[in-house]
Nanobody
Framework: QVQLVESGGGLVEAGGSLRLSCAASGLTFSTYVMAWFRQAPGKEREFVAAMSGSGRYTYYADSVKGRFTISRDNAKNTVYLQMNNLKPEDTAVYYC??????????????WGQGTQVTVSL
């Protein structure tokens, strides 16, 4: 019923930018918190950013603060992650997640399949 589909990943040089998108279906999008997580090979999945349904509340991991921006378009049922000044340590699979309440943990109800971001030197 609920489906989250990420897109926009790819290969970029350090210092470059990418914008990820996550299209949601099967839920009342504007009432859900949307979040981004990432997982590098051999590492634990980590929180990146989250935004409340209205867009009023946002949270960022310290590692991306000032470089990444989360936004959402409730009319399009889509959440975005604008990633600027990318670093090799940003290389990971990026996952979209949705839940009723905002959290920096991993207890989100719904998850996408992920999109690969690779940052080269």
């Amino acid at each position: 019923q609920v489906q989250l589909v990420e897109s926009g990943g790819g290969l970029v040089e350090a210092g470059g930018s990418l914008r990820l998108s996550c299209a949601a279906s099967g839920l009342t999008f504007s009432t859900y918190v949307m979040a981004w997580f990432r997982q590098a090979p051999g590492k634990e999945r980590e929180f990146v950013a989250a935004m409340s349904g209205s867009g009023r509340y946002t949270y960022y991991a310290d590692s991306v603060k000032g470089r990444f921006t989360i936004s959402r378009d409730n009319a399009k049922n889509t959440v975005y992650l604008q990633m600027n000044n990318l670093k090799p340590e940003d290389t990971a699979v990026y996952y979209c997640a949705a839940d009723w309440r905002i959290s920096t943990g991993e207890d989100y109800d719904y998850w996408g399949q992920g999109t690969q971001v690779t940052v080269s030197l």
